[in-house]
């Protein structure tokens, strides 16, 4: 074993105990209540509400995919044209 040295400090054995305590522990248990009180806050949406939410997803769902689509086909003659100049 290591001698010490009269001037060296020992750190306490709390000190990592501390350290997961605030850092580690805490948070997550705090993370964990504010979590709960929320969703208990939280009230599930109506039949009318939820079918407007799931036709407008829907909606933004196809416009990105007609947006992609048109993207693309629009880009393979422009590539077509870039490769073959190579």
Not at 14 to 40: C, G, H, I, W
């Amino acid at each position: 074993a290591r001698s010490r040295r009269p001037n060296e400090k020992m750190a306490p054995k709390d000190d990592d105990e501390t350290f997961l305590s605030q850092n580690v522990t805490s948070p997550a248990l705090q993370f964990y209540k504010d979590s709960k009180m929320l969703v208990r806050k939280c009230a599930k949406p109506d039949k009318n509400e939820f079918t407007k939410i799931a036709m407008a997803t829907g909606a933004g769902f196809l416009v990105m995919g007609f947006i992609g689509f048109f993207v693309k086909l629009m880009f393979i003659p422009i590539n077509n044209v870039i490769v073959s100049n190579l």
